[in-house]
């Protein structure tokens, strides 16, 4: 997929962070790897969707592809109350105080909140204060660069770090046509590694890192709050 402007997301809300919006400047995610690359990488293409995974990956198809964005972005009003705030089953209490950041986040990128669940289970198991030997910090481990580039300013602030992952597996998912596994393999390896490989990455770390997100994502069993 060339990279247009039309395959980007829109820039973080600012009023979430308190910021004014002349107050960020927005670098293209195009130009930046994954949540923990610390190197820019080329603009390239997207791959042909190719690369099968084990049977024991396959979702169905419904779950598979994260629907398309529908214009305009709206952020819900953060004083007002969230209809059928829920968290899943296996998060526990642990999750409850993001529920509300979550919820928002999935509507306002219009992307699916079990994979966003999903997605800080493994990457943090919500320890919002994590920091990886390589230096990614927060719920959804983002990389300092990265966090800068989309302008959040705390990566261990929860708000902040939940807003800025969504913000780019929205970008990835619309980069990849929605292709989930495309957009959990560029999340963990990089879009370069991606378009190197043709596909997903053989390295261990990121199949495993698919594999375990999508049993929590298609096994989420949301509990009312």
Same mark, same amino acid.
């Given at each position: 997929?060339?990279?247009?402007r039309?395959?980007l997301?829109?820039?973080?809300?600012?009023?979430?962070?308190?910021?004014g919006?002349?107050?960020?400047? !927005?670098?293209a995610?195009?130009?930046?790897?994954?949540?923990?690359?610390?190197?820019?990488?080329?603009m390239?293409?997207?791959?042909p969707?190719?690369?099968?995974?084990?049977?024991?990956?396959?979702?169905?198809?419904?779950?598979?592809?994260? #629907?398309?964005p529908?214009? #305009?972005?709206?952020l819900?009003?953060?004083l007002q109350?969230?209809? *059928?705030?829920?968290? #899943?089953?296996?998060?526990?209490a642990?999750?409850?105080?993001?529920?509300a950041?979550?919820?928002?986040a999935?509507?306002?990128?219009q992307l699916?909140?079990?994979?966003i669940?999903?997605v800080i289970k493994?990457?943090? *198991?919500?320890?919002?204060?994590?920091?990886?030997?390589a230096g990614?910090?927060?719920?959804m481990?983002?990389? #300092?660069r990265?966090a800068?580039?989309?302008?959040?300013?705390?990566?261990?602030?929860?708000e902040?770090?939940? !807003?800025?992952?969504a913000?780019?597996?929205?970008?990835?998912a *619309?980069?990849?046509?929605?292709?989930?596994?495309f957009?959990?393999?560029a999340? *963990?390896?990089?879009p370069?590694?991606?378009?190197?490989?043709?596909?997903?990455?053989p390295?261990?770390?990121t199949l495993?890192?698919?594999?375990?997100?999508?049993?929590?994502?298609?096994n989420t069993?949301?509990?009312p709050?």
């Amino acid at each position: 997929m060339s990279a247009r402007r039309g395959d980007l997301a829109p820039a973080l809300p600012c009023r979430a962070f308190g910021f004014g919006s002349g107050a960020i400047v !927005l670098l293209a995610l195009l130009e930046l790897g994954c949540a923990r690359e610390s190197l820019p990488i080329a603009m390239v293409p997207a791959p042909p969707l190719q690369a099968p995974l084990p049977m024991l990956w396959q979702l169905p198809p419904q779950l598979a592809r994260i #629907p398309p964005p529908v214009a #305009p972005y709206v952020l819900p009003d953060p004083l007002q109350p969230l209809p *059928n705030l829920v968290v #899943p089953q296996w998060a526990g209490a642990a999750a409850a105080p993001f529920a509300a950041t979550v919820q928002r986040a999935a509507i306002y990128y219009q992307l699916p909140p079990e994979l966003i669940w999903a997605v800080i289970k493994v990457e943090s *198991n919500f320890r919002e204060q994590a920091v990886s030997r390589a230096g990614a910090r927060g719920l959804m481990q983002l990389m #300092p660069r990265t966090a800068k580039a989309i302008g959040v300013r705390d990566p261990l602030d929860p708000e902040q770090n939940i !807003l800025g992952g969504a913000y780019y597996l929205r970008h990835l998912a *619309n980069r990849y046509r929605g292709d989930i596994y495309f957009t959990l393999a560029a999340y *963990n390896a990089g879009p370069g590694n991606v378009q190197r490989h043709g596909g997903i990455p053989p390295f261990p770390e990121t199949l495993n890192y698919i594999r375990k997100v999508l049993i929590y994502y298609v096994n989420t069993t949301p509990t009312p709050l």
